[in-house]
């Protein structure tokens, strides 16, 4: 009935867990923290994984597992499980991963782990465990065997287990082992293969001197290993014949405070100030030292380690390296150092040529700690296989000297968080051939000049956050035509131009443009169409924000910029042609313009007006002689006297012609005189005279234009006068004639035309 009511239950937990998405498939379940006090006999029969974890199994045999021939890893951490007996795994034989961590097991059957012939990895962690003396001859492929925080007081693994040929990590972290003897070593020895041994957090305090003689280890790791500095002193010396390719040295936490008057604090590893010989090598081939978070002040004395490829050198704790003089003194016998990191320290002192002999550094990593240049020019001297350089924060201030010359490697430069002297920056990188990566955050710039990038054609990931650049046009150079990301966020950037964004790196996959002040106005239209467009290129384009208001960039309506520019250009046209054919009319018949501005002055009515002269003589001055001649002297000197208003005698000087023609001649004189002749039609003065007269007149419907034909005109020609051909058919007109009969006739009808009223 139980298993019944277990059955209902498991299948609604599975519905559950797969409603939640913890079953990932057919293959892995997930039933942890769910009060289950026996595994439900319904698991389907391919289950290849399940995690059992916090549940509630006081105790296992041999039914506690269905039959699951296809289980293979099963974590079974937390759930309480005291008491395990021989046959429990019966079932789940096939298991290759087995975690128990957690459990307060009191009793072990003796064979219980035997029937695991698959088992690789087998955590026994925080399980009371007091001996490595675990019966597990079957277990032949076994790979890990973690049994990190229990009681363990003895490193001696089982004589058998140097059989097994997998073997290759031992976690011992956190027991209580004291003492390692010869004898604890035997079975490591034997085994001898690329073994991770872990004894961090024990508390040494002896190791028998050649306990790890002619033993490889592929990782050390012996963090806070040691209840006090002398027992570490003595432990390192009696490592002496370990060969380790990573060593992890250092304390989790602060212990033991190193006594600067003291000096010496590894002794014959490590030691404070300089030191000129070592006594002894206390290990053989150890290609990487890792030291940190530690309490060191200085670097360690470490020349007598020729092998030592990797160095690192990290003090997360924030303190207190503080080096006056580094570094080529203290690695005068390394030479095979690839890979330096001395990230985050508190201040180096960098001395002349620091680096000098260290000719294989690949990897140079300085971020984070002050850097005290005293010679700036030669910091990197020598250094032509390094590739890695970061320099990131580390207070430099670059200027025009030539810091990077020889770096003909360097592929990777990190120089965030540090400042540049005027235009440094265009100098700097110019012998940079092979760099692929640029980071220039947080360093100030406001602008990056077309220099820059010459010798650098080959960077593909360039880093540029949080700087003052507010014009990319960089970007449309051909040197960076390799680039793929570009980051250019928290800038001051408020546009691209079209032609830029043209020219952009045709690789180019990544651009983060967020947090820059965009300016979203129409005429930004070609650049915010192409933000919206290439938003799958754009890092972050939630986070482009227009300037002025809040809106993202990408929700800006171009349409409502294209009407606006319609519209703009629809009137634009319209008023231009406007303008154009105002002018064309202005000009046109700008004397009639002048004459109406003159009228609309306020002329008074010509009725009214006092005539000054008789007659206005319109005509050619061409014709001048015979005006002059015969005209004036015809009228002016008869009685009654004649009054002419001539233009070259009456009109008024400093005048404009039109006014005077306007104010003197048409509205100055009572009747108009017309002299015509072949001249005055050529002449444009005197059409323009004629037309004013005739629109002066044309209200007073009065005879007032006297037309003298002065030589025959064509009648095609007269055409070309504005109504003269009209006016000639309608009105008589006074012919000149030489014939003197005919000619007294003429100035007789003249007169007469000229003093009717
Ligand atoms: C498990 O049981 C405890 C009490 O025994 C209860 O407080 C807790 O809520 C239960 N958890 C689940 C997931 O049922
Ligand atoms: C468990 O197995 C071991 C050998 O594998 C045997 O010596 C022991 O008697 C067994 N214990 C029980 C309770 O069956
Ligand atoms: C261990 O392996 C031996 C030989 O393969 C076998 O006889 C024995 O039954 C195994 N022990 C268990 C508990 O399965
Ligand atoms: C560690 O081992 C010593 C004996 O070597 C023992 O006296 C001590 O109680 C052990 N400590 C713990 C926490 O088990
Ligand atoms: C140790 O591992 C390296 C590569 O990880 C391998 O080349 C070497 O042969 C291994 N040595 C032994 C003794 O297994
Ligand atoms: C140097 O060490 C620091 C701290 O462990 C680490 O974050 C950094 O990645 C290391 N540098 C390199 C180049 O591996
Ligand atoms: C680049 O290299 C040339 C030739 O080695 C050298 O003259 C020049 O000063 C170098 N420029 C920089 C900025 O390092
Ligand atoms: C460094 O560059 C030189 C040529 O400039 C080349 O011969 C050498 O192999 C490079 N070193 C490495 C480690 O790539
Ligand atoms: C762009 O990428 C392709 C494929 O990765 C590569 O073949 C091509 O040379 C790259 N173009 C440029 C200009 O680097």
Known sequence: LSMHHGNVRWKQITSLLKQKGEVTDNMEYSCSGRNLTHIPNSLPFTVMSLDFSFNFLSSLHKCAFPVLVNLQVLDLTRCHIKHIENDT???????????????????FGPGCLNSLHNLQRLVLVDVGLSSLQLQMNNLTKLQELRVGTNNIQSMSLPPFMSTF????????????????????????????????????????????????????LKEFHIQSSFVSLNAQKECLEALTGLSVDKLFIGSYRMQWKVKVSNGSYLDGLLKKGYIKSMEYIPFHRLKELYLGPTTLSAVPLISHIPSLEKLVFVDLSGNFLILKDCCSQFFQRTPNIHYMNFSQNTEIGIAD??????????????????L????????????????????????????????FQNLNNLTVLKMAGNSFHGDALSYLLQNLTCLEVLALSHCGIEEISRRSFIGTQKIRYLYLSQNKLMILDFLALPNLKQLTSLYVDKNSITSIPLHVLQKLPTNLSEFDLSSNPIDCSCSQ??????????????????????????????????????????????????????????????????????????????????GQQECSYDAFVIFSSYDEVWVMNELMENLENSVPP???????????????????????????????????????????????EFELAQSRFMMERSANIIIIILEDVEERKTKKVFELHKHLKKNTYLKWSRDPLSNMRFWMRLRKAILDH
């Open 372 to 403: 005290v240049l005293v010679f700036y020019f030669g910091f990197l001297h020598g250094l032509k296989n390094l590739k890695y350089l970061d320099i990131s924060y580390t207070s430099i201030t670059f200027t025009r000297q030539m810091i």
């Open 525 to 606: 239209t070609d650049f915010i169409w192409w933000i919206i467009h290439n938003q799958n290129m754009l890092k972050q384009p939630e986070n482009i924000f227009c300037k002025t208001t809040d809106f993202r960039a990408t929700d800006f309506d171009i349409d409502s910029c294209v009407h606006k520019k319609r519209l703009t250009i629809v009137l634009s046209v319209c008023f231009v042609t406007v303008v154009v054919l105002l002018s064309f009319l202005v000009y046109r018949f700008q004397f009639y313009l002048q004459y109406c501005s003159i009228l609309l002055r306020g002329y008074r009515s010509p």
């Open 89 to 107: 795994f019966y079932n789940v034989k096939n298991l290759t991963t087995l975690i128990l961590t957690g459990n307060p097991i009191t009793y």
């Open 165 to 216: 040929k997998d073997f290759s990590l031992l976690d011992l972290h956190a027991n209580n082992i004291s003492i390692i003897k010869t004898d604890d070593t035997v079975v490591l020895r034997e085994i001898g293969r690329n073994m991770t041994l872990i004894l961090s957090r024990n508390l040494l305090l002896h190791i028998e001197p050649g306990a790890f003689k002619d033993i490889y």
């Open 642 to 688: 004649i009054q002419l208003c001539l233009h070259m005698r009456d009109f008024q000087a400093g005048k404009s012609i039109a006014s005077n023609i306007i104010d003197e001649g048409i509205m100055g004189s009572r009747k108009i005189i017309v002299v015509v002749s072949q001249h005055f039609i050529d002449s444009a003065w005197c059409r323009f």
């Open 353 to 370: 040529k620091p680096f000098s002999g260290l000719d294989l550094l690949e990897v140079l990593d300085l971020h984070r700690t002050k």
